[in-house]
C-alpha cells in the first residue's frame, strides 16, 4: 500500500519560530509537492521538487523554503513563523512517468501563535 | 492567471439520489484531469481520472464526463451515500509537469 506519512498532526508554534514540516513517500516518486490549504481557497501550491536537490517555487513561496536532499524526504521549512502561517500543509508525491495522479499525506494542522 | 473552479461551494442531496457536481477549468494546455474526496481530518484522495483524448470514464458508482470544448468537468456519483460526505476537489494539469491546480472544492452533504 502507497503512503505519503507527515511528521506531525499537529503543530502548535509561536512567532518567529523556525518550524520543519516533514513529509516521506515509499514510493520511489521523483517528484514531491507542498501545499497549504486554507477555507475558500483551495489547495495552493507553495513549493515542488522534481528530483534529489532539486526545487521549484510554486504559486506562494513567500516565507518558505525547502529541502530535498533523499529522494524520498521533501521538508518544508518556515525560516520565522508568523500567524499568516497558520494553515494546514499537505504533503504529495507523484511518478514523473504515468499517471499524473499525487499521492497526499494526511496533513499537518499548524497554528502560529 | 489559471486557475480551475467549481460551480457550487456546496452541495446538499438525499440519500440514494444521484450527485452532479461541477468543475470549470481555463488552461487549454491540460491533457489531465483528476477528481479527489477529501474526508474531515484527512488528505484528499483519488477518485477517479481522465486524460484529454477521452470524454468520460467510468469508476465504481463515479463517472467523470470531460468537455473540453467548453472547458468543463463534471463527476456524478450513483446512488449517493452517506459516507459520500466530504469535500471534492477537481484539479487539471499537463502530463509533462506532473503539477495539478487544483479548485476550490465543492462540499457534498447527503441527508438520510
Known amino acids: 500500500d502507497v503512503k505519503v506519512t507527515q511528521s506531525s498532526r499537529y503543530l502548535v508554534k509561536r512567532t518567529g519560530e523556525k518550524v520543519f514540516l516533514e513529509c516521506v513517500q515509499d514510493?520511489?516518486?521523483?517528484?514531491m509537492f507542498w501545499y497549504r490549504q486554507d477555507p475558500g481557497l483551495g489547495l495552493r501550491l507553495i513549493y515542488f521538487s522534481y528530483d534529489v536537490k532539486m526545487k521549484e517555487k510554486g504559486d506562494i513561496p513567500e516565507g518558505y523554503s525547502v529541502s530535498r536532499e533523499k529522494k524520498e524526504r521533501f521538508s518544508l521549512i518556515l525560516e520565522s513563523a508568523s500567524t499568516n502561517q497558520t494553515s494546514m500543509y499537505l504533503c504529495?508525491?507523484?511518478?514523473?512517468?504515468?499517471?499524473?495522479?499525487?499521492?497526499f499525506g494526511p496533513g499537518t494542522r499548524l497554528t502560529v501563535l | 492567471g489559471e486557475s480551475v473552479g467549481l460551480h457550487l461551494p456546496t452541495l446538499s442531496v438525499q440519500e440514494g439520489d444521484n450527485s452532479i457536481i461541477n468543475c470549470a477549468y481555463s488552461n487549454s494546455a491540460s491533457d489531465y484531469f483528476i477528481w479527489y474526496k477529501q474526508e474531515s481530518g484527512k488528505g484528499p484522495q483519488f477518485i477517479i481520472d481522465?486524460?484529454?483524448?477521452?470524454d468520460k470514464r467510468q469508476g465504481q458508482r463515479v463517472t467523470v464526463l470531460l468537455n473540453k470544448t467548453v472547458k468543463h468537468l463534471s463527476l456524478q456519483i450513483a446512488a449517493t451515500q452517506p459516507g459520500d460526505s466530504a469535500v471534492y476537489f477537481c484539479a487539471d494539469g499537463s502530463s509533462n509537469t506532473g503539477k495539478l491546480i487544483f479548485g476550490q472544492g465543492t462540499t457534498l452533504q447527503v441527508k438520510p
Open positions: 514510493m520511489d516518486h521523483e517528484n
Open positions: 481522465i486524460r484529454s483524448n477521452m
Open positions: 504529495a508525491s507523484n511518478s514523473a512517468t504515468g499517471r499524473n495522479e499525487q499521492f
